[in-house]
């Protein structure tokens, strides 16, 4: 199971609900709202082809503002282009308008501020605030320069405060509204995280303790033995047993590695153990070796931890790729040593002896 | 008993020169006399029937060295620590006649270098390792025989054992593996070692002339 999956979609889910819901207010305000306020004026303007080429490119900007919201993408440098294109135009619209009529004929103001609700909503609200201020300098600019008289400097605040109230609100609680959807999803997320972890948790103590179980069986017994001096070291079977135990838990060190071929470097402990008792042991690998799941490795690995054991001074590992599988081979110089299987799970042992010298060889398949 | 076979042996490690003349001097029946030890090719004198040879003198491989020695007829047996295939590949490509790692040596040396000094393959684990690794495109085909043969040699069993193992004789258990070695022989660039080896084969019944006509036109030409 991911954690990634659950929080992803509810956010997903949430946020883009909310952009959808921009985009269709952006997207009524430019035609409805500000398309109705252009036709109803169109006679008045300085130059109607100016106003209606202002219309048009605003729509044009909603268009990819919208585009870029619903697909996720935009970052600061995009938002800014768009909204910046759409204070300009506006100043345009304001300054074609007629002397004396500005902020009854001007339908670029409003619409301005809109755009800035949609393509600045992924970014900080200082951001948009920033934008509002200046659309409206911009504005009170042209205003300006038409002749400021008590009366428009009322209209403007008056209409001022209309716009910017209502905006402000929207970006507002479009950030109000994703902010707990975000928050749900964080939670989402790490309850997943969580979650996977004590699967992951659970999983890599069961397994450690399945190994230590398994190796408890033959350790613990033994030092009970030699610690209440019921075992005789100078025994020779207690030093086998010894030798083993000692190779088993090599092994299961080795086995909590990460090796890039961990077949070999499981048998390389094993060996590593078998030269600490003074026998020489070699390992030598031909081929490409395919990856060996755990069970068939123990399998094999206990196979050269027994022989190993069994060896009085020479032991030969050798691991070669044959067709889809391997073949893991020992040569060893048993006098005696513990009887072997014939077969183990899908792993097929077959051995000879000669005089004194074990040969054993165990071949596994990719199935 | 026949006459010695001379060695020089080609090294910069008084330890390894002191290792091969105790296994030398080791030898029941002192088939071989040790005539020049040194560090330097170039001091190599004419006389020794083979030149045991470390792959690296003073830090520097000299694989690059070994087809020139060839050519001026030294039968060359490599002594060295490396163990990659690739590299045993490329030195019997070259026309050296054996390849001995240092652990292999107490085992082979002294087999290997009686068998050059007469024109025998000597095939070590090393090197059957070395053929069964070996992916090439352009590779000899070994028969299935063959292939088992050196997996079983390389597993490290006495060669009476794979016998055994495979049901036939210790003799024809020398046969696959030598056979395996030939094919080698016969590949690659020609080399006079290579040649005295074929002939010796052909010689020996080992490989018969219309099995091998690749290469029997050059085997025939050094024969006779």
Known sequence: MSSVQPSAILATRYSRALDIAVVVVVAGWDLAGAGGELLANLAGYRSAAVQVAAWLVL????TAGSVLLLRGRGGRRSSWTMAALAAAISTVVAAGCPRGHMLAADWGWGIAGWIGVLVLLRRPLTEFVVFLGLEALATFAVLVRDGLTRESLAAFVTVLSASVVIQLAAALAARAVAIPARQAADLAASDAAAREQRVISARVHAARQVRWMAVRETVEPLLQDL???????????????????AA?????????DDAADPLIHELLACADVAERRGVAADLEAVGAIPAVPAGARRVLTDLAITILSAAATRARITVAAAGDGLIVSFV???PAGAPLPSADGDIAISHQRDDDVLWVEARWNVR | MERQVTI?????????VE???SWVNGDPARRIR???????LADLGPEPDVVVLDLELGGQMITEKIPGLVAGGRRIVVFSAHVDPGIILAVLEAGAYAYVTKEEGRDHLVETIVAAAGDRPHVTRSQAQAMLADTRPGRPALSAQERQALLLWFQGMSKASVGRRMAITENTVR????RARMKYAATGRPAPTKDALLARAIEDGLVHPSEVAVYTSWAFREAT
């Open chain 2, 175 to 178: 046969q696959y593996i030598d």
């Open chain 1, 332 to 334: 060893a110089d048993c």
């Open chain 1, 248 to 256: 088993r838990l090599r092994r299961l060190f080795a086995e909590s």
């Open chain 2, 8 to 16: 020089a042996i080609v090294e910069d490690h008084p330890v390894v």
């Open chain 2, 34 to 40: 040790i005539v020049q030890v040194t560090s330097d």
């Open chain 1, 59 to 62: 729509a044009a900007v909603v």
């Open chain 1, 227 to 245: 610690a209440a001096g019921r075992a005789n070291p100078a025994d020779q079977a207690v030093r086998r047993d010894c030798a083993i135990a």
């Open chain 2, 19 to 21: 290792g091969v003349t």
